[in-house]
Every structure is written in structure tokens, then in C-alpha cells.
């Protein structure tokens, strides 16, 4: 989102009218208000007559933004994070020492729910307008009153102020003339109400003469808001507007459905029938958002209109208006002209029209600040015993800054200002002050925030009004200096919520968090983060209540029998675990012994599959992650050899990247996980000081990373074409990479828009119950990973709304304890540490908008259609999804078809599609939240473990002839056929997908998923969701003339439970058992007919982590041209009575009766465009149409520009950390021996002579300057880093040897070659050289010691070219040596002359020196 914020952009203004158009006399509006409510409870149910006396001081107890707790009979101020601030009992202030006593933490029972805007509650109620604060002062009266007779426990007065409200604002007290209110302003409203100023009226006509719609909406009603607008506006107001909206009912008017809510036509101000919808301007009743947005479609011309609202009232207007309908919002807070900030003001600024009147004017405030309540904005939290107070945000001016786009005092404030006039705009990555127009309130400027207070105002001043000129400049200038200073001092980019390390780490822990901060974890793990820090414990528990079962073993056969990655999924939650409590001996001795036995690993490669490393790639992470958390408490001896195992895995990692396929296949689950590792590896050695090797491999993590980043770009929706299991698998290591780039190299990704869509990927897959999701594509029952970890990712860094903890916290409460669907043991600890590290406490758990109604969700990348998702597990709540979408997702897919990224991209072998299904045109459906149809999960890739069709007979080869399934499914392999031949090209597409009242249709195309041999003209799958439990699916057969084509035979899966036959009326169909009732389905073509189907199980081969899955098997016999079959799926609530079909070549009619509805279904399945509607359903008498609206139109998704510039910029940024520890590593070193010592490591590969002169040029230095500096430590200091100028671009030297390697070795990799069995296991064996021997006590190394092993085994990979040349010259010259030799010992012994002998010896001499070299150069480089 943008900074910046324009009327401009807007194509349509709302108004509230109370307190926003219509500005009252508040001092005689108060007092009216409380008069009227005082005398209803004095006269109708005998409240005290004290009430009915109120002297001027009284008013001071008015304050918006408090809470009442109804039971209680106490107002409280609340802070941000719900500390009550302040308190009272009735009027009486409460101590300090009361509030304990009542709220022993400070803590308000009812905050979670008041934190998420449930603002009206039988518990509570918050005073938020001016409307509603004498109501406050006569609460807190009746409440003194009622304790003058005796103290009570608990209160009952709110039923009587409810009446109270209800005798004098009832719809029809204006025409009756009842209550006091309306009377009294009636009779006189000149006393009560402003008159608008001209300014506002002729600012209005010109954004209606812009093109602007205008809208009045209010709660109030006709007759009321006719008599405002006259008084305020004139006779004419009404051409002001273009829609007016009365009685709203706010905040219902945006969270109600149109169902809930609907807009009515009024005669004479009352109230006429309901409307279906809205289909011109006018003077409306009551309604909602969603229909007045379709008819601001109309009226602009726009597919999203966008619309602004202004509003006083936080509860009613802002926070609804922005939450519910994604508006833009203009909040009025008349507290801004009364709290001004005091900045000293020019005598020159920019030319007047460019300014607000309220940039030079200070107006009165409404209500001076209370002296009981103190400041709207802000307030101290003081200790009991402490003298010290801390100031903080409010409750209120938090959600200001949280709902608000800008805040402004009154409408003037902005009527003056040009309509392009750019507010900044109150967002995540600005100050929370930046909102505020024209300044920000003083409160927040002159608190605790002080620090940020003058950044703040010259952002304001920069942003909104400050052109100065050079009168004042001395001013001028020192509040720059003052600003810069302080803004240097604190975080630099505001909108980075993980502050950028820069180098500057302090030994261990450095990964996640350094060594400062493992205080506030553990007070966290106490605290707000004791939930997560629970499941730690019981895992860590259960760890050392069976150490053996999951410490991995010292044998290497056993480690690398199987896939091992549980060794290194464990061993993080474990690490946390010792960071947060250290005291615990017993946790911290499995962990040391944990790093031992996996130390004593010659390799962590599963032995069966050499060649992938992902195995590997589990281990090295965590092992990384658990030495850089674990470092304080390990030996020297322990870290030296911890870290060599380290530098290994991790040199071995890069040597692989460039031949293997998650070196250069993107968007694949084994690139970030992979990366991900290597990236670990390289951040533990560069913080040892072992630069170039981590310098090389960092580089090579960030170019594959960076690029996968960038085409994530194309994948508009969120999703990842492999699935929500392996997506889960995906992002645990994307997210640690985002934070860790971010985090040492100032790389910042959270802006990405493919990131702002991912919630939806997780929020619309879940099914009803939170314990399943849509199981696309190769699959467990919901997650591999997470996603506990990944949702607080994305609320903490892109959301900030708190859904993500929500959502975190739903899966969280409903996890499998048993049974289908449990997480694996190896798995199910494994982002625990990211998860605690990245939980955001402040972000209270908030449900999206629209949670509790099902809800139809279009994936447009991924071609999937959800509906119902994330519900209660509830009778009628039911989950229905479809898949007919392009082969990896429409971004890969068109990637590869339309050439994009040219300089990255060579077609399919860039990617992987091995984890995808033969699955277009697939669905799923669980009524009541009870999976009916599922899909196959992780299973062999054949056609028939998918709910979709095969025909007969085959026309190519097939593995189940005579049937044929779709054109990707592989007889021979476990994956899915994707790169050649017509597997390429495999897609389906979503035509329609729409929701109607409840009633949901789908249509998916899936022809261009099977052989163009089949001649299929079509194959059509219509879906149609009549009722909650009861699904309609037709499928349609189009043939062309010359098809070979005969038979159609359909699939149903249940991976859970087997199907049963059952036949009614020769209507054939099956059905499941399940505890709540039976599941139903039958089935029928066109004609009538209902052929028997095969109910069977079909178990997968071994090496499938799921044993098989039960089917239901119809067979349709195919007529030229089409043939229609029909099924009908039913929960356990609906008793069928009829089901009929009938149908000619265009149109298909389906009757369906139920004991309680009758559904009559018309269905249009030609592909022609002659028909402009899809299907008409009359459910009862009500008729539901899905037209054309319905159809899916997906866009074209433009090349990013400028890509690989894109990644270059990125790959800037980590080179400066590299040189700053460099320097700070030499600027370290001050002994002979361990100065050149690091400084040969340093500049090893540089250029010899010139590494030499460098050395000796930089100890000169060194030593001279601490010679100068012993006498003025503050000098030596300041010149500490001089010396280093001097050092050779050392990486500017690596990069060229580390070009050649990757130019070698990416055409390698781009040719394709086949895997060589042979060749991998020599990798395997390479790795294993270094082996490691089982002692009773441990481990020890053999062959070299100490670092130097890591130099020697890491650096290989960057000469390579050169070692190989060497070993070339080397036997080459050996060869000639011993040719010599046996010349000199066979013919030149007879030689006469002794001259020649000498020249022999001489030549064997030579050589001999040039062996010599050649084996130092070649034991050097390991050649």
C-alpha cells in the first residue's frame, strides 16, 4: 500500500451525518441527552432525583474511549495491550492499590473480545462519540446512587438505560413527538446544531463536479436526518448527494449480508418492501455494502470502485467501513483541535491554496482534556512501588492509527486543500503519528515517544506543508540536525520490523537472536508466549522420556538407512528449548549428546537415495541452528569440531547446487529447503571468520533464492502448485530465509505481494473443524510443516491484524490426537522455535472478517475453487472444492509456454511438477465437515486415484488399457509426467464458479487434460450445491464425429472409510458409514438409466506413506454426440424422495425432492455462446439464476520488469557484511603470529605476490599505529580500522575463480544429463572421507586437526580448474622423469663425453624441482 493518500484516487465519498456533516452545540446537546435519559429513569422506574441535578464540574468525568464493565459498575481507560490504565467506581477515581485488588494483573477479563471491535456486549459497553458521553456520566451517576443504599456485587442498571434509549431514539419518537430529545430540537434546532460552513458545501459540489459519487449514510432516521441536513445544508441538500442512506443501522450496514440486511424504498419516511438489490441512486433505507458497491460499479464504470468514508465514530463508522468492506477511512476527531502540537510557525510557507485553514488556526477544543481521565491519547502506567511511570498509547489512539487512513479534526480542516492534496497515510511501515492532519496531537509528541517525536513532526512537515524558504533556516536547520540525529539513533527503516544486523553480531547466539535478547525470550516463555512455550516442554519431556527413540543412533548404517530427517526436524525444538531454560542439566546434556552422535555421522544422505539431499539438508539446518543456539554451552573442542561438520555438509551442499535440480529448478519444495540449509552453514562460518568460503556459498544461496522471489511474483492468488501439504513444506524454509536475508543482509521481502496472498491459501483450504485441507496434489490429511509457525510469520512481518495468530491458534486447539490426520513424529516439532521466536503477543487473536459464513474462494494461479472453508465442524457447514487448472499453475505454465525470463528460463527443466496429480477436473465434498469424497492423498500418480474420468478404448499406450486417463500419468515412475510430449500442455480451466443465496455453482472444462486422440470435443463437469448437504454434480460427454470413444468410467475416492452398494427403484448408488449418519450418493445418465458400479480398495505399492484408498466406479456408455451423466451426493439430514433427469442437446433438467424442499434444476451445458445463462435453479418458489457474471476471467500476468536487475540489487547487499567483518576481524588481531595467521586465511585466494606485499604492508601499519595509540586509547580506537584500506578486494577475486565453476557448471545442468548411479555414490564417498570412528564415550576425528581440514575441504570447489591442470602437469612430468632416468641408466652411461652427462644430470635435477612443486601445488588443492 501506498504511503501516500489522495481524494483523488477516490471514485466515491461517504458521509456520516452526526458529528461529521451536522457538527453540534455540545455543551447544550449534553445536556439535552442526559436530561432525557435522567428523566425516563427518575418518572418511569423510580431511579434517585439526585440524578436529575448536574453541576458543571460533573462534566469532567466525560471521556471518549472508555470502557464500562456492566457487572462491575467500573469505567476503565485501557492501554494498547489491554493494561488498565485508569479506572472508577461509578464517579470515584479507583488507587492504584483498588485496581489490583479488582484486576489482580491490570488484566481486564473482557479485552480479548473488546479488542476485536466487539464493542456492544451485555458485559460492556464503550463510549466512543459525543452522542454517548452524557450516557457515560449518568451510568457512573447511577452507580453512585445505587451504592449510597448499599454496595452491590453485581449491577442491573443497563436493562433501564437500554429503555431509557429506546423511549427517546425509537424509529417512530420524531413524527410521535415522545421522549425529550427530538421534541427539544425540533422546537428549536438552531440551539442545538451548527450551521455548516459555506467552505464545506462548495468543497462537496466540486467532488460531485469531479465525478465523484456522493454518499450520506447515517443511523438516523428519515425524518431526522431531513430536519438535520435543511438546518445545516438548506432546502436543497438532497442534489449534494447521489445516494443518501438512512437508518443504517451502523456498523450492521457493512458486516450484515444483504440477506441479513437488505435496502428499502421509502414513501413518506416510512419504510417499503425489501429490494433484491440496488439499481439506482436515491434515498434508501436500512441496507448494505454489497449491494451499494454493485451499483458504484455501475456508476463509475469500474470493476473496484474505490471508496472513502468519513466518520466521528469508531465502532460504527471507521472500523467497520475499513475491516469489513476494505474502504478507505477519514476519521473526525474534534480531540486534535484542542491537543495541537506547538511547532514554531513560519512567516513564509507554501503559497496559501496549498494549505488547510487549520495549519495557521487553533479552534477550542469541544471538551477540554478531563482532569479524572487525563489524555485521549496517552497515559502513564505507574508501579505500586516505584515513583518511575512509563507512557503509552491508549486502546483508543491505537485503533486510530490501526483503522484509520488519516484523522483530522473537522471536515474544514481538509475543504480548502486541492483535491490531489497527497495525506500521508496512517500504515505499518509510517510512524503512528504520520495519519494525523494538519499535525499530530501533542500528547503523542511530547510522551515517552519523544525520542521519535521530532522525526515524527518532520515527517508530518515534509509529507504535508513544509516548502520553507530561507527565512528561519537557522531554525530550521537545527531541528533537521536535532531530527537526523534521532533518527539515526533508532531504526532507520520504520517499515523493517526485524532490525538489520549489519556485522555487528557478539559471538553466539547470531542466527535468530543475539545473545542480549535471550533474557526477554525467556521472559516471553513465562508470559505472553507460555502457549508455545508449553508445547516445547511436553516435547522436550517426551524426548527425554525416551532418549533412544529419538536421538539418532551412532551406528551410520542405521542413520543412513532410512529417510533421517526426523534427526534434524527434532533438534531445534530442543536447542530453544536449552536457551529458554537453562537451568534444566538433564535437557541440555540430550542436546550436547544429540550433536555428538549426529557429528559421528559420515554422512547424512540417505543411503538408497545418494542423491538427494534434502535429507541432508534437514540435518545441516538444524545442526547449524542448535550449534549457534547451543554455542555457550559447548567445549572448546566441541565447537571446533561441531563447526567442522558444519563446514562440510555445508561445502558439499554447494558443490552439489550447481548439478543438481534444486539448484535451478524454482518454486520447488526442495530449493528453499535446501537453501535454506546452505544458508545456515554459511551465516555460522562467516560469523567464525571464515569469509570466503561463506561468502561463496552465500552468494550462491541469494542467486537461486532471489530468482525464485521474483517468479513467485507471477502467482497472483497466494497458492503453490504443489499443494497445501507440500506448501507447508515450502514455507518453513522460505520464511526463515525471508527473515534471515533481512535480518544480516537488509534484504526486505515482507512488501511482497505474493506474501499478502498467502493467508488466504492457508485461511480458504482448512475444512470445516481445522483439522483437514484440501488434499491437492501429493498430500498428508493438512500440513507436513507448520503452519502454526508460518501464520505468525505472516501476521508479525505482512499482516499485522491478527488472523494469523487466530488462525494459528484455531489449528492449534483442534489437532488430531489420534487417528487420520495426527502429524508424524518427525514433523511435528520441527518450526516450534520459529513459531516462539516469531509470535507477536500485541496482535490479539482476530477472526477474518467474514468468519462463520461459508464463503466461495477462487484460486486463479492454482485452479482451484474452494467453499466453506475454515468453519465450526457443524451440521450444514459444508466444504466443497474443484480443481481444473494448468499444468504447475498458470504462472509456471505460462513461464514456460510464452518464453518469459529468457535469461533464467529453458522450458520445463526449470521446474518440477513430479508432486502434482492427474487431477483436472477433480472435486471434493464434506457435508457437515465430514470428508465424503476425498482425494487420494500421497499416492502412485494413475488417473483412477482421482475423482475424475478415464474413456475407452486407449488409443495410445496406456497402463490400464483398454482404459485411458489423462495425458501426465506415468506407468513406470512415481512421479507425475510432466516435461515432454503432451504431458507439457496438460491443463484444465475453471469457466464459472459463482454463490447465489446459498446455492453454489462450478464449471471446469478438462478436454485439454487427455490425448487430442480421444477426439473429446468436451468433457464439462457442472457442480451445483443446492443445499448444505446435498451436491448435484453433471458431467458432460462431447464427442466429435470421428471419436473412437465408447465408454466413460468415473471414480470417488474415501481414503478413510469403504464404500457400500445400495440400490432404490433401479437407481443404483453407494454409500459410507459415519457416526453421525449415512453419506449417500447415486447416480443416472441423461436417458434414465443407472448402471452398477464397482465398489473397491485399491492398496499403494511400497514406498507410499499411506496404505490405499476405497472408490466407487461408475461406467457410462458413450452416445454420439453427447452423453450426459448425473450424481447426487447426500448428507445424512436430507431424505430424498424423487430424482429425475431429463435432457435434449443443449439443455439437461434435473428434479430432486426431499422431505422438506423441492429443487428444480435447468441446466444449459452447450459450449456454442448461444445461451446466455449456465443453469436456473428454483429451490421451493425461489428462483436462482447463474449467468454470465459467473464466468472466470483470468488476465495475462505481464513479465516483472527488469528481473534480473531485480536480483542483482539484491545480491549488493550482502558483499558490505562481508568486507565490514573483515575489517573488523584484522582490526582485531594485534600478535605477530595471529595477525598473519588470519590474514593468509583472509587473502587466500588472491593473487600470491600481491597477498605477500599485503600482509607485510598491513602488519607494518598495524604495528605503528600501536606503537602511537598506546598513549590515547580513544585515538586508537578512532583510527582502529585504517589499516585495512589496504586489503585487495579479496571477494572481487573469488567471484572470478567462483564464475568459471558456475558457467561450467550450469551448462552442465542445462544439458540434462541423466543421473549416473555411479558418479553419485563417488559424491557420496567423496563426502564420506572424512570419517569419524565410534568410541564408547563419543567420537574422534581422523586424518588432519582443527580448522584447517575445513580450509582445505571447503575452497576446493573454487579451484577446482585449477587442481585438475595441476594433477595433469604433475603425471605428465612424472612420466617424463622416469624416461629420463632409464635413458641415463641404459645409453647415456656409455657416453664419451662427460659434458653430456653433466647436461642429463642437470635436466633430471631440474625436473626433479619442478615435481616437487607440482606435488606441494597439487597437496595444496587436494587434486
Not at 269 to 292: C, F, I, M
Not at 466 to 474: C, S
Not at 1035 to 1056: G, R
Request: hydrophobic share 35%.
Amino acid at each position: 500500500m501506498t504511503r501516500l493518500f489522495s481524494l483523488a484516487e477516490c471514485d466515491a465519498l461517504g458521509f456520516d451525518l452526526d458529528h461529521t456533516l451536522c457538527r453540534y452545540n455540545l455543551p447544550e446537546t449534553a445536556r439535552l441527552i442526559y436530561d432525557s435519559f435522567a428523566r425516563y429513569l427518575v418518572t418511569e422506574k423510580g431511579y434517585d432525583k439526585e440524578l436529575l441535578t448536574v453541576t458543571p464540574e460533573s462534566w469532567d468525568f466525560c471521556c471518549k474511549g472508555l470502557a464500562l464493565d456492566l457487572e462491575d459498575g467500573n469505567f476503565l481507560k485501557l492501554a494498547g495491550d489491554g493494561t488498565i490504565l485508569r479506572a472508577s467506581h461509578g464517579t470515584k477515581s479507583m488507587t492504584l492499590e483498588e485496581i489490583l485488588e479488582t484486576y489482580s494483573r491490570r488484566e481486564w477479563k473482557h479485552f480479548k473480545t473488546f479488542s476485536g471491535m466487539v464493542s456492544r456486549s451485555a458485559k460492556y459497553y464503550c463510549y466512543d462519540n459525543y452522542f454517548e458521553l452524557p450516557g457515560a456520566l449518568l451510568c457512573a451517576r447511577i452507580v453512585d446512587c445505587l451504592d449510597k443504599h448499599d454496595r452491590q456485587t453485581k449491577y442491573n442498571f443497563w436493562k433501564d438505560v437500554i429503555a431509557a434509549i429506546q423511549h427517546n431514539y425509537k424509529t417512530s419518537a420524531f413524527k410521535e413527538n415522545c421522549g425529550t430529545y427530538f421534541p427539544e430540537v425540533k422546537n428549536d434546532p438552531a440551539k442545538y446544531l451548527q450551521s455548516c460552513p459555506e467552505s464545506i458545501k462548495k468543497w462537496l459540489r466540486q467532488m460531485k463536479n469531479a465525478g465523484k459519487v456522493l454518499l450520506l449514510i447515517t443511523s438516523s432516521h428519515s425524518d431526522y436526518c431531513r430536519l438535520l441536513c435543511e438546518q445545516i445544508l438548506g432546502n436543497d441538500f438532497a442534489e449534494l448527494f447521489d445516494i443518501v442512506i438512512t437508518n443504517a443501522l451502523k456498523p450492521g450496514f457493512f458486516s450484515q449480508t444483504p440477506n441479513q440486511r437488505p435496502f428499502r424504498t421509502l414513501e413518506n419516511d416510512e419504510e417499503q418492501e425489501a429490494l433484491p438489490s440496488l439499481d439506482k441512486p436515491g434515498w434508501y433505507s436500512q441496507g448494505n455494502t454489497t449491494h451499494l458497491y454493485e451499483l458504484l460499479k455501475k456508476m463509475t464504470g469500474k470493476p473496484e470502485p474505490k471508496v472513502v468514508y468519513f466518520g466521528d465514530s469508531m465502532h460504527s463508522d471507521i472500523f467497520p467501513a475499513r475491516h469489513y468492506s476494505n474502504w478507505e477511512t477519514v476519521f473526525i476527531l474534534e480531540e486534535l483541535s484542542g491537543d495541537e502540537v506547538m511547532i514554531p510557525v513560519e512567516t513564509e510557507s507554501e503559497p496559501l491554496e496549498k494549505k488547510g485553514k487549520y495549519e495557521g488556526h487553533h479552534p477550542k477544543a469541544p471538551y477540554s482534556v478531563s482532569k479524572q481521565w487525563g489524555s485521549f491519547f496517552v497515559d502513564s502506567i505507574s508501579g505500586l512501588e516505584s515513583a518511575e511511570e512509563t507512557l503509552t498509547n491508549t486502546w483508543a489512539c491505537k485503533c486510530i492509527s490501526a483503522y484509520s487512513t488519516i484523522a483530522i479534526p473537522r471536515l474544514e480542516a481538509i475543504s480548502d486543500l486541492p483535491l490531489d492534496y497527497k495525506f500521508t497515510r496512517f500504515s505499518s511501515n509510517s510512524l503512528e503519528t504520520a495519519g494525523y492532519y494538519p499535525k499530530p496531537p501533542r500528547a503523542l509528541l511530547s510522551n515517552g515517544y519523544f525520542k521519535d517525536g521530532l522525526a515524527a513532526i518532520e515527517t508530518w512537515r515534509s509529507d504535508a506543508t513544509m516548502r520553507t524558504h530561507t527565512r528561519g533556516a537557522p531554525s530550521v536547520f537545527f531541528i533537521h540536525m536535532v531530527c537526523f540525529a534521532l533518527a539515526s539513533s533508532t531504526n532507520e527503516n520504520p517499515s523493517v520490523v526485524i532490525p538489520f544486523v549489519n556485522a555487528n553480531y557478539d559471538s553466539y547466539p547470531m542466527l535468530y537472536f543475539s545473545k542480549g535478547e535471550v533474557e526477554d525470550l525467556r521472559i516471553k516463555a513465562a508470559t505472553t508466549h507460555q502457549h508455545i512455550a508449553a508445547r516445547l516442554t511436553e516435547a522436550v519431556q517426551t524426548m527425554l522420556s525416551s532418549p533412544l527413540e529419538y536421538l539418532p543412533p551412532w551406528d551410520p548404517k542405521e542413520f543412513s538407512a532410512r529417510w533421517n530427517e526426523i534427526y534434524g526436524n527434532n533438534l531445534g525444538a530442543l536447542a530453544i528449548f536449552c536457551v529458554l531454560y537453562p537451568k534444566n542439566i538433564e535437557a541440555i546434556n540430550m542436546a550436547k549428546d544429540y550433536l555428538e552422535r549426529m557429528a559421528a555421522q559420515p554422512s547424512w544422505l540417505v543411503k538408497d537415495a545418494p542423491w538427494d539431499e534434502v535429507p541432508l539438508a534437514h540435518s545441516l539446518v538444524a545442526f547449524a541452528t542448535a550449534y549457534d543456539f547451543l554455542y555457550n554451552y559447548l567445549s572448546k573442542t566441541e565447537q571446533e569440531r561441531f563447526l567442522e561438520v558444519i563446514a562440510n555438509a555445508s561445502g558439499y551442499m554447494y558443490e552439489t547446487s550447481y548439478r543438481r535440480g534444486w539448484g535451478f529448478q524454482y518454486l520447488h519444495n526442495h530449493q528453499p529447503t535446501n537453501c535454506m540449509a546452505l544458508l545456515a552453514g554459511s551465516l555460522v562460518m562467516m560469523n567464525q571468520g571464515y569469509l570466503q568460503e561463506a561468502y561463496l556459498w552465500t552468494k550462491q544461496v541469494l542467486s537461486i533464492m532471489e530468482k525464485s522471489i521474483v517468479l513467485l511474483r507471477e502467482v497472483t492468488d497466494g497458492s503453490l502448485y504443489e499443494g497445501v501439504a507440500y506448501g507447508s513444506y515450502t514455507t518453513r524454509s522460505l520464511f526463515q530465509y525471508m527473515f534471515l536475508v533481512q535480518r544480516h543482509f537488509d534484504i526486505n521481502h515482507f512488501n511482497h505481494p505474493w506474501l499478502k496472498e498467502h493467508f488466504a491459501f492457508m485461511y480458504r483450504t482448512v475444512l470445516p473443524g481445522f483439522q483437514r485441507t484440501v488434499a491437492i496434489a501429493d498430500s498428508n490429511y493438512n500440513w507436513f510443516y507448520g503452519p502454526e509457525s508460518q501464520l505468525v510469520f505472516l501476521d508479525k512481518f505482512v499482516m499485522r491484524n491478527g488472523s494469523g495468530n487466530w488462525l494459528a491458534d484455531q489449528i492449534r486447539r483442534n489437532r488430531v490426537a489420534e487417528g487420520p490426520g495426527t502429524p508424524s513424529k518427525g514433523q511435528r516439532w520441527c518450526t516450534l522455535h520459529t513459531e516462539f521466536l516469531w509470535y507477536d503477543a500485541s496482535l490479539h487473536s482476530v477472526p477474518p472478517p467474514d468468519y462463520g459464513i461459508p464463503k466461495l474462494h477462487y484460486f486463479e494461479d492454482w485452479g482451484v475453487v474452494t467453499y466453506g472453508s475454515a468453519l465450526p465442524a457443524e451440521i450444514n457447514r459444508p466444504f466443497l472444492s474443484f480443481k481444473s487448472g494448468k499444468l504447475g499453475g498458470r504462472a509456471i505454465y505460462d513461464i514456460v509456454h510464452k518464453n518469459k525470463y529468457k535469461e533464467w528460463i529453458k522450458g520445463w527443466r526449470n521446474f518440477n511438477a513430479g508432486h502434482e496429480h492427474p487431477d483436472q477436473n477433480s472435486f471434493t465434498f464434506a457435508p457437515n465437515g465430514v470428508p465424503f469424497i476425498t482425494e487420494a492423498l500421497y499416492g502412485p500418480k494413475y488417473t483412477f486415484l482421482n475423482n475424475v474420468l478415464m474413456f475407452s478404448p486407449a488409443v495410445s499406450k496406456s497402463c490400464f488399457s483398454p482404459w485411458e486417463g489423462q495425458v501426465t500419468e506415468d506407468c513406470s515412475s512415481k512421479w507425475l509426467k510432466y516435461k515432454h510430449d503432451l504431458a507439457a500442455d496438460c491443463q484444465g480451466r475453471v469457466v464459472a464458479a459463482m454463490e447465489r443465496n446459498g446455492v453454489v455453482f462450478i464449471r471446469g472444462e478438462g478436454v485439454g487434460a487427455y490425448n487430442p486422440k480421444l477426439k473429446l470435443k468436451n468433457f464439462q463437469r457442472n457442480l451445483l450445491l443446492l443445499h448444505p448437504q446435498l451436491l448435484l454434480l453433471v458431467d458432460l460427454i462431447h464427442l466429435e464425429d470421428d471419436s473412437p470413444l465408447e465408454a466413460a468410467t468415473s471414480f470417488f475416492h474415501n481414503v478413510d472409510v469403504p464404500f457400500e452398494e445400495t440400490v432404490i427403484d433401479d437407481v443404483h448408488g453407494a454409500f459410507i458409514r459415519h457416526h453421525d449418519g449415512i453419506y449417500k450418493m447415486y447416480w443416472m445418465d441423461d436417458t434414465g438409466y443407472s448402471e452398477k458400479a464397482t465398489v473397491a480398495s485399491k492398496m499403494y505399492p511400497r514406498g507410499y506413506p499411506y496404505n490405499g484408498t476405497n472408490y466407487v466406479n461408475v461406467t457410462t456408455h458413450l452416445r454420439n454426440p453427447i452423453t450426459r451423466a448425473v450424481y447426487l451426493f447426500i448428507g445424512p439430514s436430507i431424505d430424498v424422495q424423487s430424482f429425475n433427469v431429463h435432457g435434449d442437446s443443449q439443455q439437461l433438467d434435473v428434479f430432486v425432492a426431499t422431505s422438506e424442499h423441492a429443487y428444480a434444476v435447468y441446466l444449459w451445458t452447450g459450449e456454442d455462446g448461444g445461451h446466455s445463462v449456465f443453469a436456473q435453479i428454483i429451490a421451493d418458489r425461489q428462483k436462482i439464476l447463474f449467468d454470465q457474471t459467473s464466468t472466470i476471467r483470468n488476465s495475462a500476468v505481464s513479465e516483472v520488469k527488469n528481473y534480473v536487475q531485480i536480483v542483482e540489487q539484491n545480491l549488493q547487499h550482502f558483499k558490505p557484511v562481508f568486507q565490514q567483518l573483515e575489517k573488523q576481524i584484522l582490526s582485531r588481531v594485534r600478535n605477530t603470529d595471529s595477525f598473519r595467521k588470519t590474514a593468509e586465511r583472509l587473502l587466500r585466494f588472491s593473487d600470491k605476490r600481491q597477498t605477500e606485499e599485503a600482509i607485510d604492508r598491513l602488519f607494518a601499519i598495524s604495528q605503528q599505529q600501536q606503537q602511537q595509540g598506546r598513549a590515547k586509547k580513544s585515538k586508537k580506537v578512532a583510527k582502529g580500522y585504517k589499516f585495512v584500506d589496504a586489503v585487495p578486494d579479496i571477494f572481487a577475486q573469488i567471484e572470478v575463480n567462483e564464475r568459471k565453476v558456475r558457467q561450467k557448471a550450469q551448462t552442465l545442468a542445462q544439458k540434462e544429463l541423466p543421473v549416473d548411479e555411479d558418479e553419485e555414490m563417488k559424491d557420496l564417498l567423496d563426502f564420506a572421507d572424512i570419517t569419524y570412528v565410534k568410541h564408547k564415550n563419543g567420537a574422534s576425528i581422523k586424518g588432519q586437526s582443527g580448522l584447517e581440514q575445513i580450509v582445505s575441504t571447503a575452497r576446493s570447489s573454487a579451484s577446482s580448474i585449477s587442481a585438475s591442470y595441476t594433477r595433469l602437469f604433475l603425471i605428465l612430468n612424472i612420466v617424463i622423469f622416469f624416461v629420463m632416468l632409464a635413458m641415463q641408466l641404459t645409453y647415456f652411461q656409455k657416453a664419451k663425453s662427460l659434458h653430456g652427462q653433466r647436461w642429463l644430470y642437470a635436466i633430471l635435477l631440474a625436473d626433479s624441482c619442478v615435481l616437487l612443486w607440482l606435488y606441494s601445488s597439487c597437496s595444496q588443492s587436494q587434486c
